[in-house]
């Protein structure tokens, strides 16, 4: 099919990015898919349900699907602004005469904060770039705040305030804690821990845990899942109300992938999982023994982009002359298939998560032939 549209195919040595597709759902993912795929039902029904098995799963009170983390970043702010009033959903996102101010500390700013203001909500840094303290952050609450938020990945950022402070701020003044762990699922211990750290409604992407790329998860308090499952797109056709999620709409199929993927991740045998990874990468090693003016070694690309040594789910490329990896890179991706690597550091970065054996011998044949042109050019 990408063929016929003029596309080429791309083996993907980035990791989990959504322009290219997300992640590379189970076979089991995809069964329990199909099977949904064959029967019809109660989407209202099959959300409460999911919901129930995922707050069961996690350790959390609550829980529901959602179309993605961002998605639920907006839908789950919608909450905290009109709660249970149905009437006030309708009317976003104009929130005249509705909280609808929500604290974020200066250093926690980041590009998908944006998402908050979808519903209407008026986003308020507070503090500046040196730092937040809870003085500040409890200062600035007011009759008008709907909900403080913080992204999970920037906790702990020096300078910023805590989420376990962030909650003691909020709850002392009646206020709920909104919190984006959109990638943060390994541990496995690590997905439920949001809530007992303070949180009142987390987000998941669910492209992390192996789940369709347009999947989510949205868990915390039963009221506050409760007010999401008002705002959302459900019964708005056949309701009373015309409520703001309509446009976050959910098909059968995805729910029953977000939520397969999300047990099969909690039941997986992880160390197999990076024995893989390490086992992948150990082919397209395999095909760079022998090339000169290169160093080779096995690293961990993590979510946030970093290279760090364990656990291993990748391989650096390193050549000894500067602008080698970028224009080996370059060539890989114009292929067909296309072959995307990361160029960090003056060194080619493969990541083997989204990657099977026949693609990693296609990677490190690729990788072997355009270095050995590089050492060609005159």
Known sequence: MYHLLGLRPVVNALGIYTDIGGSRPSQRVWSAMERANAQFVSIPELLDRTGVLIASKIGAPAARVTPGASAGIAMATAACMVGDNLRLAERLPDTTGIPSRVLIQRRHR????????????????????????????????????AALFVPAHLDGVEGTVSLEAVADVAHERGIPVVVDAAYLNFPVDLIGSFGRRGADLTVLSAKYFGGPNTGGVLYGRQDLVDAVAGVDFTRFEAGKHLPFGRAYKLDRQLI???????????????????????????????????IDGIVTCPVSFTMDERVVPEPVNGLRVRPDEDGVAERVARRLSERDPAILVHVIDEAVIVDVECVDDDEAHLIGAGLREELSCEKQRP
């Open 110 to 145: 980041y590009k998908y904060d944006r998402m908050i203001r979808l519903a209407g909500a008026e986003l308020v840094e507070v503090g500046n770039v040196n730092g937040t303290d809870a003085e500040e952050l409890a200062e600035a609450v007011d009759e008008n705040t």
């Open 256 to 290: 029953v992938g977000v939520v397969t993927a999300l047990v099969e991740w909690l039941e997986m045998d992880h160390d197999k999982r990076f024995a893989d990874y390490r086992r992948l990468v150990e082919i397209v090693d395999g095909h760079l023994v022998g």
